[in-house]
Nanobody, 118 residues
Framework: QVQLVESGGGLVQAGGSLRLSCAAS????????MGWYRQAPGKQRELVAA???????NYADSVKGRFTISRDNAKNTVYVQMNSLKPEDTAVYYC????????????WGQGTQVTVSS
């Protein structure tokens, strides 16, 4: 069974930085796109950043220039470095991955809270 386990959330002041990590475990043949989504109270879940297996990246306009997504394929891990954090970045951040275990399936982490105080 595949699991995604996130870490690195917390409370930070505006202008500060956090780094989130997400490690995939289980029987994995290949991981395709990995990404981070977030959901703030009363809002829909939205894409923050994504990275393909060959390193192509995609960012939400609201985080471009502040967030950087990366991955370590040997460790089945994806990261997002979040700099210049703003109160509007406050949300639960979810890791997502499309993983081939026999067939390609979409997996989600349990979520990690990021709170940015003003």
């Amino acid at each position: 069974q595949v699991q995604l386990v996130e870490s690195g959330g917390g409370l930070v002041q505006a202008g500060g930085s956090l780094r989130l990590s997400c490690a995939a475990s289980g029987i994995i043949f290949k991981i395709n796109t990995m990404g981070w989504y977030r959901q703030a109270p009363g809002k829909q879940r939205e894409l923050v950043a994504a990275i393909t297996s060959v390193g192509s990246t995609n960012y939400a306009d609201s985080v471009k220039g502040r967030f950087t997504i990366s991955r370590d394929n040997a460790k089945n891990t994806v990261y997002v470095q979040m700099n210049s954090l703003k109160p509007e970045d406050t949300a639960v951040y979810y890791c997502n991955a499309v993983i081939l275990t026999g067939q390609a399936m979409n997996y989600w982490g349990q979520g990690t809270q990021v709170t940015v105080s003003s």
